[in-house]
């Protein structure tokens, strides 16, 4: 066995004792691919004592042979004594430029609906470049560059999201799987270059490595050094967090102000994810800051369920009335804003 195989194995027994310290169920997503198929023999031999397996596979009937590829997982992992559960989403074929994307949604939404709570993916090493490549090329940035994460919450989710084989490169797990006698089904949707991933898979990243040997190691050390920049930046939100507030959800806007843009605008960010919302776009972001930075008019910005309110001297997190995200109207009277000073 490839030594990363070794060591994610015993990697993913530690995890799961941590996860699951009293016993209980994780579920395994699988596609019936190659790396799936992998990351299913590798869990089942992992496993800690009072720690039960079941697949998942998501069929979104895309391919003609959709259910074909949803019985032979059913039979996959009924040799190996795992239950499996087919969940059939439906994904619009149209356009090809976002069947990706949606393809994804559809999943996230099916696995958020499960009881369990510990999800593994099969995700690699080989992934892990792609997505680091991808989130440069849209302009992200630490936490973003991070991509993956071994350990993470399901987004949206209250499950626990591992990805044991995330050191593995994929020759690696080719390798395992050939002296495991393994196989896996080979969805030809991965071949189509109108998807970016697969173009970057497929065309550009074996040009680096043909032009800049080890380009792929290169990009994976990237994020993790993204990622200790990303958890310092984190840390500096949370004592940003301390020193500014004065209340319940609510914040001094001069302290806030003496932060400096930068920092207001980072706070913000790590304030939105630590509710549990995925973090905004760019330019939202720099609005909402520009704003809280701004001089004492009042103002207010949307972020999905959340709703950051400022007046002269406080700004205040509440739940959002229903309207459209973004930028809100706020007015306040002389009396409001002495009620709140």
Not at 161 to 173: D, G, I, K, Q, T
């Amino acid at each position: 066995m490839p030594k990363p195989l070794t060591e994610a194995r015993a990697a993913l027994r530690h995890s799961l004792a941590a996860a699951l310290p009293q016993g209980g169920e994780a579920a395994v997503c699988f596609s019936g691919g190659l790396d799936s198929t992998v990351l299913l023999h590798l869990a089942r031999a992992a496993a800690p004592a009072g720690v039960a397996l079941r697949a998942i596979h998501v069929n979104h009937g895309l391919q003609p042979e959709a259910d074909a590829w949803a019985a032979r997982c059913r039979a996959t992992a009924s040799a190996w004594d795992i239950p499996c559960e087919v969940a059939r989403a439906k994904v619009a074929a149209r356009p090809a430029a976002s069947l990706e994307n949606r393809a994804r949604q559809a999943r996230l939404r099916i696995w958020r609906r499960q009881s369990c709570p510990v999800l593994l993916m099969a995700h690699h090493a080989d992934d892990q470049a792609e997505t680091v490549l991808l989130r440069a090329l849209r302009g992200s940035g630490p936490h973003g560059l991070a991509a993956m994460r071994p350990s993470a919450p399901l987004p949206g989710g209250s499950q626990l999201l591992l990805r044991p084989l995330l050191a593995c490169a994929r020759r690696e797990l080719e390798e395992y799987a050939l002296a495991a006698g393994l196989d896996g089904v080979a969805d030809p949707a991965n071949r189509d270059l109108r998807h970016n991933r697969n173009w970057l898979r497929h065309e550009l990243l074996p040009a680096l490595e043909q032009r800049f040997p080890g380009a792929g190691a290169a990009l994976r050390r990237s994020a993790e050094l993204a990622r200790e920049s990303g958890a310092l930046l984190d840390e500096l939100a949370a004592a940003d967090d301390e020193t500014c507030r004065s209340g319940p959800a609510r914040y001094s806007r001069a302290a806030l102000r003496r932060l400096g843009w930068q920092r207001a605008k980072n706070w913000l960010r790590w304030s939105i994810v630590r509710a549990g919302r995925q973090p905004p776009q760019a330019a939202h972001l720099e609005e909402a800051a520009r704003q809280l930075c701004s001089a004492s008019a009042g103002f207010g910005q949307r972020f999905g369920p959340l709703e950051l309110q400022g007046t002269g001297r406080h700004v205040s997190w509440r739940p959002a009335a229903a309207g459209p995200i973004g930028r809100i109207a706020v007015t306040r009277s002389k009396k409001q804003s002495k009620q709140e000073s």
